[in-house]
């Protein structure tokens, strides 16, 4: 496609996202700090002014600190008012116990939480930074129970794309244009293995390690994960820096120092969704 013709392509979804925020009259968006929902953030202060719009960041053991901090820092910028409140998926069984539908049972609290939270702001909807790419990925339970709980998501229905959300967040001056995907600690951890506080720390904390390393060793690598997979914990880096890690001692002594005690680099380097792959029927949780 030429240039022109994407740019084209992406001032038009603009427009119909401003058309939709502009319809909304006023939102609660569900902020987790990564770039979809920052530019979501961004874009509805753009359409609807700083005084119709709140940002959401559930304070949970599964969003790591480091993640709160920049998001409450990214809101500060734009001058809108940040919310923090707490979230209990912990206390749900299907959240714990970490079948494929978990993504579910935190969007269910989730959405439960911050529905009546914008009712009592005087807010008329939560939107979340779903965007077009998402609702065509194969595995993503989430998306269904958030909708069924009433979350509007603007960015897909205007056919914003991930890269398109780059491209203009880019556009708009926003520095979360570049941010690596940054799921939430749940996602590290391999499905049947049950989900609890310890573990969410132990690999926030192992990330934390392992980061710093890297950072110690000079290796840069934009996408990093540590998997739980119950006795063993995984390294997932950006593929080209996958030797360099794996050659690292420094690595594996971060993550077994974080509370792991079996360590291995992943040789297919990091991709986004990897606990899917360990689903023996993704279909089934759909």
């Known amino acids: ?27 609660l968006v569900a902020f987790s700090g990564g770039a979809d929902s920052a530019f979501l953030l961004a874009a509805a202060a753009r359409s609807l002014g700083t005084d119709a719009v709140v940002a ?13 901090r920049a998001a409450a820092a990214f809101a500060s910028q734009l001058g809108v008012r940040h919310v923090t ?14 079948a494929g539908d978990r993504c579910a049972f935190c969007k269910s609290e989730l959405l439960e939480t911050l529905v009546p939270l914008a009712a009592s702001l005087g807010l008329a909807v939560v939107a979340t930074g779903t965007n077009a790419d998402d609702a065509r990925a194969g595995f993503r339970p989430g998306i269904a129970a958030a909708a069924a709980r009433g979350a509007v998501t603007p960015l897909l229905e205007a056919g914003l794309t991930k890269a398109q959300v780059r491209a203009a967040s880019l556009r708009w001056g ?3 244009w570049d941010k690596p995907a940054a ?20 690999v926030e904390r192992a990330e934390v390690a392992v980061r710093s390393a890297l950072a110690t060793a000079g290796t840069v690598v934009q996408d990093m994960r540590v998997r739980d997979l119950g006795a063993l914990a995984r390294v997932e880096v950006d593929r080209a820096a ?6 690292n001692p420094a690595v594996a002594a971060a993550v077994r120092a974080a509370g792991f005690d079996a360590v291995e680099v992943d040789p297919r380097g990091f991709r986004s969704g990897a606990m899917n792959e360990l689903l023996p ?5 759909r």
Do not use: F, H
């Not at 939709?20 to 006023?26: A, M, V």
């Not at 799921?183 to 132990?202: D, F, N, Q, T």
């Not at 029927?281 to 949780?285: I, L, Q, S, T």
């Open 174 to 176: 926003l520095g979360t």
């Open 1 to 27: 496609m030429p240039a022109d013709s994407s740019e084209q392509d992406l001032g038009r979804r603009l427009a119909d996202l401003d058309g939709r925020l502009r319809g909304l009259g006023s939102v």
């Open 85 to 98: 409140p707490e979230t209990y998926e912990l206390d749900r069984e299907g959240y714990r116990a970490n």
């Open 242 to 247: 996958v030797g360099q890690v794996a050659a």
């Open 183 to 202: 799921a939430c600690l749940s996602s590290r951890i391999a499905y049947g293995v049950p989900v609890s506080k310890e573990r969410l720390a132990r």
């Open 56 to 68: 959401a960041t559930a304070r949970s053991p599964s969003l790591p600190i480091a993640e709160r």
């Open 281 to 285: 029927d993704p279909a089934r949780w």
